[in-house]
C-alpha cells in the first residue's frame, strides 16, 4: 500500500467541487455568443456607441468631442458685440462732449466777469461835457465802443483821435496794440474773427480795470484761426469765442418769440414797450461760443442786431433759463 503522504489528494477550491490541479479557474462560457463584460456586469457601456457632434462629424476612439458654434449662433454673438460697442462708444462721446460744453462754459464765465466787471464802472464814471443826462449817456455810449471794441475800426478812431476825446488807459493800451499789428503785417487785421480779436485784447492787452482772472485766463487756449497776427481765445472745438458789444435784438433761445434785451439806449432811463418784457434787462455785451451743434458759423450782425445760432453757449445762458 502507498503511503498516503506520496499521493496527495487534489486541494478542492471552495464552491468548485473537483477541479484538478492546473486547471484553469476562469468561468467557462457555453457555446454561442458572448455577453460583453460590461452587460455581464449590469453597467452601461458610454464608450461603445459614437458621439455625434452638432456639426455632424462622430468622435475617433469614442472620446467625446467639442461641440462646435454654428453660423447662426457666431452670427448672433459678433451682432451683440457691435451693439455693445456702440453703446460704449455713444457713451464716451457723450461725455466728451458733455466735457467740453462745460469747459467752454467756464471759459466764457470768466471773460464775462472780466468784461461785465469793467462794463458795470460806467454807471459811476465822470464825463467831460455831460451838461444833461442824455448827452451823459451818448458820452458813455462812446467810451465803452473804444474802451470795449467789438470790431477794428472802433479801435483805429483811437489812433486818429476823429471823435475828439481825450484818451483812457485802456483807450491807449487798444491803440497800442492797433498799430503794433499793423506794423507786423502792413495791413489791418482780417475782418472775419475782429469781435473775438478784440475780446482777446480787451481781456489780455487792452488794461482793462481790475483784471482778476487774467492770470487763469492767461493759460486758456488760444490761436490765431485767420493768421493775421490777432489772437483769439478757443472754445474747446477749436473756434474763436465772439463778442458783441452792442446786441440789441438778441433772441435766446433763437426760437424765442420775444427779445432777450430792452430796447432802451444803454445809459439811459425808460420803460420798455417790448411785450413779452425781456428777461435780460438792460442791454450788456454778449460772449458767446458757435457750441457743438453744427459747424461754426459767425453770428449775423447788422444794424438790427445780433443773433446766435440754436446750440450756442452764451454768457446769458443761465438767465434766459428762468
Not at 457691435?82 to 455713444?90: A, E, H, N, P, Y
Amino acid at each position: 500500500m502507498t503511503p498516503r503522504f506520496l499521493h496527495p489528494e487534489p486541494v478542492m477550491r471552495p464552491g468548485v467541487p473537483g477541479l484538478p490541479p492546473g486547471a484553469s479557474r476562469e468561468p467557462v462560457f457555453p457555446a454561442g455568443p458572448k455577453k460583453p463584460v460590461a452587460e455581464a456586469t449590469g453597467h452601461r457601456a458610454h464608450a461603445a456607441s459614437p458621439v455625434t457632434m452638432r456639426s455632424g462629424a462622430s468622435t475617433p476612439n469614442g472620446v467625446p468631442g467639442r461641440a462646435a458654434f454654428t453660423l447662426v449662433e457666431l452670427l448672433v454673438v459678433i451682432s451683440i458685440i457691435l451693439v455693445l460697442m456702440g453703446l460704449i462708444g455713444s457713451a464716451v462721446s457723450a461725455a466728451r462732449g458733455s466735457q467740453r460744453v462745460q469747459a467752454t462754459q467756464a471759459l466764457i464765465t470768466k471773460l464775462d466777469r472780466v468784461v461785465q466787471q469793467h462794463y458795470s464802472s460806467y454807471a459811476s464814471r465822470v464825463v467831460a461835457g455831460g451838461t444833461s443826462a442824455a448827452d451823459r449817456a451818448t458820452k458813455l455810449r462812446l467810451l465803452a465802443t473804444h474802451e470795449l471794441p467789438d470790431n477794428w475800426a472802433s479801435v483805429e478812431a483811437i489812433t486818429t483821435n476823429t471823435a475828439g476825446v481825450p484818451r483812457t488807459p485802456p483807450q491807449s493800451a487798444n491803440a497800442g496794440v492797433f498799430q503794433a499789428i499793423r506794423s507786423l503785417n502792413s495791413s489791418w487785421p482780417t475782418p472775419e474773427f475782429a469781435d473775438a480779436e478784440c475780446l482777446f485784447m480787451i481781456v489780455m492787452m487792452g488794461g482793462v480795470a481790475d483784471c482778476l482772472d487774467c492770470d487763469a485766463l492767461a493759460t486758456s487756449q488760444k490761436g490765431d484761426t485767420d493768421n493775421d497776427g490777432a489772437f483769439e481765445f478757443l472754445d474747446a472745438w477749436g473756434q474763436p469765442i465772439r463778442y458783441v458789444l452792442w446786441p440789441v435784438d438778441l433772441k435766446l433761445p433763437p426760437t424765442d418769440v420775444g427779445f432777450f434785451f430792452e430796447e432802451i439806449a444803454p445809459f439811459t432811463t425808460g420803460t420798455s414797450t417790448r411785450d413779452p418784457a425781456p428777461k435780460g434787462g438792460t442791454m450788456r455785451p454778449l460772449i458767446f461760443s458757435g457750441g457743438p451743434q453744427q459747424p461754426f458759423l459767425p453770428p449775423v450782425i447788422s444794424k438790427s442786431g445780433t443773433h446766435v445760432r440754436a446750440g450756442a453757449i452764451t454768457n446769458f445762458d443761465a438767465e434766459a433759463r428762468k
